[in-house]
Each structure stands twice: as C-alpha cells, then as structure tokens.
C-alpha cells in the first residue's frame, strides 16, 4: 500500500530563517508527486508536481526537488505570509488510478 | 483564476439525516473527486467520477454515499442516513486533462449532532 510520511509535524521559524520540510513515499511506481499548501479553513491549493528523480520546481521562495524515496520542500528566507501547512502527495501506482496519497502535513510558521 | 465552488461552507444536521454536498468544478474539468478530512488527521480519498460513472471508490465510500452530476455543471456527493463519525471538512476536486494536477474547493464542514 501507498504510503506519505512527512516531517517534521510542525516547525517555527523566524523571517529569512530557510529550512526544508521532508516527504519521503512508499509506492510500487511513482506517478506524480504533488506539493500543496492549505490555510486554516481553506481546501488544498496546489503548488508542484514531480514526477521523476532529480527534478526540481521553483515558485517564489519555494523549490520542491525529488529522489527516489523522498521530496523536500525548500523554503528561502521565508516571510510570515508563507506561514500555512504544506501536504505532500502521490498518485496512486496502481495503473490507471486517480486518487492522491496524501501525508499529515508540516505545519510551518514564520515569526516577523 | 478559476475556482472549484463549494457550498455550504459549514453544513450542521442531525444523525440520520440526509445530506447533500455542492461543487461547481472549474469550467472544461472532466475528472471530479471527494476527499475527506476528519480534524486532525489527513486528507483522504472517497471517491473519483469521470465520464458520468465513478472510476474508483475507497472502503469509507459504502452504499451510505452517492455521487452525481445532475445537470452537467454541479457535482453532488449526497450522504443517506449521516452518522456521527461523518463529521468532517469535505473537499470536492476537480482536474482536465490526464496528467494536470487536481484543484480543491475550500470545503464544506460537515457537523453531525
């Protein structure tokens, strides 16, 4: 079975402290995988997709790079406003399937 | 940009009611999903429909749960007899073509009294 587990849970950083959150998977055969970030009461809004080893996205202060077990998240001199909680996830390896995997989240905050 | 809408936002109803989820996906979207998030824990799978049938469900989906497209905009996940464990954020999610990534809707909360 298809698994995400991400790390840390939760993690405080001060503005223009960089970091990285980590996903590492379980799956038979990789098909996507996918960063999001979600606000409090808000659905999942999709940032990158990856889908083989050594790829790497970038938006604004954000890159997402891939291996063959695990995805990061890199945040670069964040700013309180990239605060929110960030959900790694992978298309199901079953041939044809649809549905996403997703891990528990990290939930980042940036103090001004 | 275009958006996945999702009403209500926050539905509250009595064990055993029926319930009716709305989403409106995002315009020439062809594949539609639910997920579920129960506070605390992470976001999973329902169910995915796609040509007027579901192309894949999971266990939580059982006979309690349907899905449909009734006039070819909304698309609707309606909940029999609710219990209290279906108390959750459900999401509706919506994609084009093969390999473009799904858009979440932000919601609705879900409460069972």
């Known amino acids: 079975e298809d698994q995400v587990t991400q790390s840390p849970e939760a993690l405080r950083l001060q503005e223009g402290e960089s970091s990285s959150l980590n996903c590492s998977y379980t799956v038979s055969g990789l098909r996507g995988l996918f960063w999001y970030r979600q606000d409090p009461g808000k659905g999942p809004e999709f940032l990158f997709t990856?889908?083989?080893a050594g790829e790497e996205k970038e938006k604004e202060r954000l890159k997402a790079t891939l291996t063959k077990k695990e995805s990061f998240l890199h945040i670069t001199a964040p700013k309180p406003e990239d605060s929110a909680t960030y959900l790694c996830a992978v298309l199901d390896s079953i041939q044809g399937a649809q549905k996403l995997v997703f891990g528990q989240g990290t939930r980042l905050t940036i103090n001004p | 940009e275009p958006e996945v809408t999702q009403t209500p936002s926050h539905q509250v109803t009595q064990m055993g009611q029926e319930v009716i989820l709305r989403c409106v996906p995002i315009?020439?979207?062809?594949?539609f999903y639910w997920y579920r998030q129960i506070l605390g824990q992470k976001v999973e799978f329902l169910v995915s429909f796609y040509n007027n049938e579901i192309s894949e469900k999971s266990e939580i989906f059982d006979d309690q749960f349907s899905v449909e497209r009734p006039d070819g905009s909304n698309f609707t996940l309606k909940i029999r007899s609710t219990k209290l464990e279906d108390s959750a954020m459900y999401f509706c999610?919506?994609?084009?073509?093969?390999?473009?990534?799904?858009?979440f809707g932000d919601g609705t909360r879900l409460s069972i009294l």
């Open positions: 315009s020439n979207h062809l594949y």
């Open positions: 990856l889908y083989s």
């Open positions: 999610a919506t994609r084009g073509q093969y390999n473009q990534p799904q858009h």
